[in-house]
């Protein structure tokens, strides 16, 4: 039996979109771009293979399990030949799904209904009909355009590998589309149904609706963190991120800020991402006596590459010793500036423990903080 090959082009520039960094490899909730097609057909399982047609700039470290990466061309005909030639094992016969990385948004009943076309017709495409009015302008003004009928045409478009290479090949005329391209070799094609969430990154603007649409269901998450240090000699102590004059310091490999600790753990734990010590083991010196911001902004970007953005936070600190509300309000600033929060979003509170076990003895510092995390 012939197998199925998705291909995914990603040689473009992405110009119309702007920016730095072309329209593929921007993150969209955590994730690059074209990772979400590679998923989407990765986890579709009449798929065999995946190609994945690049321009120069693959971000470092970007490998793909079981995806082949080919250079693509000057052209996104070009690189989607390139991508056809590329597959392994190929035969006339072979079921290609032609996608743009551009469309992140791919479900698998897509993929299904395209497999399922592709059964009785040449080849086939996403499509959904036109809702807006439709109004062509020229020299003598507006002209109502009949909308029965009109479709936006989308991808991944589907074809049997020999008919799609002989019509890319053959052609020196530049097509709308792939679909076009065989249309003129006289195939039949079909539509299938389309979906807004797959619509197109094209524009700036477009990055944002595309984001609304894939926005991840899952709910908010909750993490929670402990952390206790020890008193020594020294004149004062750190608490997310304040230096509070005392008559002892707070021990530890870093600066010790027992806080900001804690709400580092909460922050890894609401997304389950492992804590503290995982990410800067107090063996490595290069934690020497580091300033925790280091630890908390951390925490912060690997909960945002997961997906989730630090929406809120309450940090106790349990000591009988110095005196934490003078400093409360400052604290809490601190907390804020760092993770760019607004200030009602971090609450700082103290208490102690009515002299009652290593707190209360004076021995040393806890703290407990809880983070609030929200799909980004
Ligand atoms: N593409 C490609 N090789 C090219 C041109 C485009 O692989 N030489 C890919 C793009 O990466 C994109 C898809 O084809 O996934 C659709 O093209 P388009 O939306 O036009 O993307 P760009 O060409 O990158 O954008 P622009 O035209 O704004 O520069
Ligand atoms: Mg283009």
Not at 82 to 88: E, R, Y
Not at 232 to 250: N, R, S
Request: contains cysteine; negative net charge; charged residues 25%.
């Amino acid at each position: 039996m012939s197998k199925t090959v998705a291909i995914i082009v990603a040689a473009g520039r992405g110009e119309r979109a702007g920016g730095n960094t072309a329209k593929q490899w921007r993150k969209l909730h955590g994730k690059y771009v074209v990772d979400w097609s590679i998923e989407a057909f990765r986890s579709h399982p009449a798929i065999n293979s995946i190609v994945l047609v690049t321009g120069e700039e693959v971000p470092p470290g970007f490998a793909p399990e079981s995806v082949k990466i080919v250079r693509g061309g000057p052209t996104r005909s070009a690189s989607v030949l390139n991508g056809l030639n590329a597959i392994d094992d190929a035969d006339e016969n072979t079921k290609v799904l032609i996608h743009d990385a551009a469309r992140p948004g791919l479900a698998a009943d897509t993929i299904d209904g395209l497999l399922d076309a592709l059964e009785t017709a040449d080849a086939c495409a996403p499509g959904l009909p036109v809702q807006d009015a439709l109004k062509r302008q020229d020299d003598a003004g507006f002209s109502d355009v009949e909308r029965a009928g009109l479709y936006r045409v989308q991808t991944p478009q589907a074809f049997r590998l020999g008919m799609i290479r002989t019509a890319l090949e053959d052609s020196g005329a530049s097509f709308v589309d792939d679909l076009a391209a065989v249309e003129a070799h006289g195939a039949k094609v079909a539509l299938t149904p389309g979906s807004v969430r797959l619509s197109k990154i094209t524009y700036p603007e477009d990055f944002d609706m595309v984001a609304r649409l894939l926005a991840p269901s899952g709910t908010v998450r909750v993490g929670k963190g402990f952390d206790v240090h020890a008193f020594e000699p020294g004149d004062h102590v750190t608490l997310c991120g304040v230096a509070i004059p005392h008559t002892a310091k707070l021990k530890g490999h870093s600066d010790a800020d027992a806080g900001w600790h804690a709400l580092t753990d909460a922050i890894l734990g609401a997304a389950a991402l492992g804590d503290i010590g995982d990410h800067f083991p107090p063996s490595d010196p290069e934690w020497k006596d580091a300033d925790s911001a280091l630890f908390l902004k951390a925490a912060q970007r690997l909960a945002a590459e997961a997906g989730y953005a630090v929406t809120s936070c309450d940090i106790t600190i349990i000591c009988e010793a110095p005196k934490v509300k003078p400093h409360r309000q400052a604290m809490r600033a601190r907390t804020a500036e760092l993770l760019g929060l607004p200030l009602d979003a971090v609450s700082v509170k103290a208490t102690t423990t009515e002299q009652l076990g290593f707190t209360g003895r004076g021995e040393g510092i806890a703290a407990e903080a809880v983070a609030v995390l929200t799909p980004s």
